[in-house]
């Protein structure tokens, strides 16, 4: 039959009973794996809810420049719960947008520019 660590010899059967009690002992728990990577997800998801904008009002125009400039496009607020998108160059736009020049307030200066928006349509349809 079996030896002394269960192991059954070549040739020799097992009773199904136990065979199915073997295979659900080792069998992982399938609803704990899915809480685990349920609770793992939201932790992670919830972390990056959690960051905010920039906001142009407090930081330096300079500031402001660099960070369109380093990232090309990026969405900063403009004070209170208004925000938009900043781009470097028209490069950044969708093929039927063109860049129009964007002015905000900084910490150091009321008008600021710190690159571009892009704007739907040809230029000269306003």
Same mark, same amino acid.
């Given at each position: 039959m079996a030896d002394a660590g269960?192991?059954?010899k070549a040739g020799e059967r097992r009773p199904a009973r *136990? %065979?199915?009690m073997e295979r659900l002992a080792t069998r992982k728990n399938p609803m704990k794996r899915i809480a685990l990577t349920l609770v793992l997800m939201l932790a992670f998801t919830g972390a990056s809810l959690a960051q905010g *904008?920039?906001?142009t009002l407090s930081r330096s125009c300079a500031a402001n420049q660099q960070t %369109? *400039?380093?990232n090309g496009a990026i969405v900063?607020?403009?004070g209170g719960y208004t =925000?938009? *998108? $900043? %781009?470097?160059h028209r490069g950044f736009c969708q $093929?039927?947008? =063109?860049?129009d020049p964007?002015? %905000?307030p900084a910490r150091d200066t009321p008008q600021c520019f710190i690159g571009y928006r892009c704007k739907s349509g040809p230029f000269w349809d306003d």
């Open positions: 269960g192991n059954v *136990r %065979v199915m *904008r920039p906001s %369109v *400039r380093a900063l607020g403009t =925000y938009d *998108r $900043f %781009v470097a $093929f039927d947008e =063109y860049a964007a002015w %905000v």
